[in-house]
């Protein structure tokens, strides 16, 4: 059963193969959330099968998505998500420097994409919150 608080938070899935990735992004969240004055519960996948299986179950106001994760990698999770709940705000959150590999995810349907940089995600997340 879900709490009072459950029920009136934003809903966010986090999505990284590495747990001290999550856990910077989890942070993230948390300052972003209290910034805005929104509260956030926040869910956590290893890999992209595992974030289209939740996606599929929950309605996500954002996902933060790696790219490169085992089993299924973050476009292709992202192109799933985007069948199954379109308006779900997808922020990609990748070590790539790759100009073909952001546009790559950007056509997947990830909005964003950004270095692993914790000060730009926050605001990132800022905006989309907002949304």
């Given amino acids: 059963m879900t709490s009072p608080t ?31 004055k929104l509260p956030c519960v926040c869910d956590f996948a290893k890999n992209g099968l595992e974030a289209v299986e939740l996606s599929s179950k929950h309605e996500y106001k954002l996902i933060i998505m790696d790219n490169n994760m085992p089993e299924k990698d973050g476009r292709t999770a992202a192109r799933e998500i985007k069948v199954l709940s379109p308006r779900t705000h997808i922020i990609g959150f990748t070590a790539t420097k790759s100009q073909e590999e952001i546009d790559e995810c950007k056509s997947a349907g990830m909005e964003e994409v950004l270095p692993k940089n914790p000060g730009q995600l926050r605001e990132a997340v800022q905006q989309f919150m907002r949304k």
């Fill in 6 to 36: 459950e029920r009136t938070s934003l809903r966010c899935l986090i999505v990284d193969d590495i747990d001290s990735n999550r856990a910077v992004m989890e942070k993230q969240v948390a300052i972003a959330s209290k910034a805005c």
